[in-house]
């Protein structure tokens, strides 16, 4: 079986807990612009849409974070077979339960009993960590306002290409 098919069982078998516990104040799936690219590219779906319809923006005044939406607490990709962009959901999500930047660890998620799935995450943590400090370059020196502005800077990633590495 290989890791991400293990990983899915294990989150389904511990009922998709870190999926259902969204309150914006403790808890949230923060996104990185390159996370709404990839979500737009697996759906299928127009990047404006993408924000539109899954994309919550949190303004604290100095500053702001894209997140996911979600319903009755439930990340709106939840599914009863579990999450519904498995393949490319977003980088935070992958990286679970290795916390930004690497220093914590979740440990009441099943997956933090397994060091060699825990290894495959910190692999990730790097390009996790550059992620989030871009997105919140751009969201500072650009200051978007509305949903159709943060699609638009999302698209400027997919024009600088997504595989760029950062
Ligand atoms: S990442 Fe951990 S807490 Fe979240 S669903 Fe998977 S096993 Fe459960
Ligand atoms: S995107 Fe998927 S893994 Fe992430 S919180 Fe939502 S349902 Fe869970």
Aim: hydrophobic share 30%; proline share 5%.
């Amino acid at each position: 079986m290989d890791v991400r098919e293990l990983k899915y069982r294990i989150c389904m078998s511990c009922g998709s807990r870190c999926c259902k516990r969204f309150d914006y104040k403790t808890w949230y799936v923060q996104l990185t612009l390159r996370d709404i690219v990839r979500i737009a590219e697996g759906l299928r779906e127009p990047i404006d849409e993408v924000v539109r319809k899954y994309v919550k923006i949190i303004n604290y005044g100095t500053y702001m974070i894209l997140t996911l939406k979600a319903v009755d607490g439930k990340c709106i990709f939840l599914t009863d077979k579990g999450c519904s962009i498995q393949n490319f959901k977003p980088i935070a999500c992958r990286t679970y339960p290795v916390y930004i930047p690497g220093t914590y660890i979740d440990p009441e998620c099943p997956l933090s009993r397994y060091p060699e799935l825990l290894e495959e995450e910190v692999k990730n943590v790097e390009q996790y960590i550059k992620e989030f400090n871009e997105t919140r370059q751009i969201l500072e020196n650009k200051n978007p306002k509305t949903p159709q502005q943060i699609a638009e800077l999302a698209r400027h990633i997919t024009k600088r290409k997504l595989e760029e590495s950062l």
